[in-house]
């Protein structure tokens, strides 16, 4: 099993910055890839960024390519969505997300494990 707990969420005005962290523990949470997906209400669950465990390489959205960074610690235990030139659009609860099968990494397939949220208001 594999628990995760987000945090950072709160409000911010459009143009500023976020930091939202996750902490990951449980058997082998390092041999896991991990992700942040995010939902606004009314709509589905979407995909915003992942790293791959073994290589680092890092996977975005492309409404949040050149905004967003995804990193994660050398023992995988965090996971961080540094997020940049926020806009009210960005408004959503961000899951951060844990896997390891063999969908692609922007589907919710991927992950076996989800956090309960963190919510996210960017304000116009």
């Known amino acids: 099993q594999v628990q995760l707990v987000e945090s950072g969420g709160g409000l911010v005005q459009a143009g500023g910055s976020l930091r939202l962290s996750c902490a990951a523990s449980g058997r082998d949470v390092s041999s896991y890839d991990k992700g942040w997906f995010r939902q606004a209400p009314g709509k589905e669950r979407e995909f915003v960024a992942a790293?791959?465990?073994?290589?680092?390489?890092?996977y975005y959205a492309n409404s949040v390519k050149g905004r967003f960074t995804i990193s994660s610690d050398n023992a995988g235990n965090t996971v961080s969505l540094q997020m940049h030139s926020l806009k009210p659009e960005d408004t959503a609860i961000y899951y951060c997300?844990?896997?390891?099968?063999?969908?692609?990494?922007?589907?919710?397939?991927?992950?076996?494990?989800w956090g309960q949220g963190t919510q996210v208001t960017v304000s116009s």
């Open positions: 790293i791959n465990w073994i290589t680092g390489n890092t």
């Open positions: 997300a844990a896997g390891r099968t063999r969908y692609a990494y922007y589907t919710r397939d991927r992950y076996d494990y």
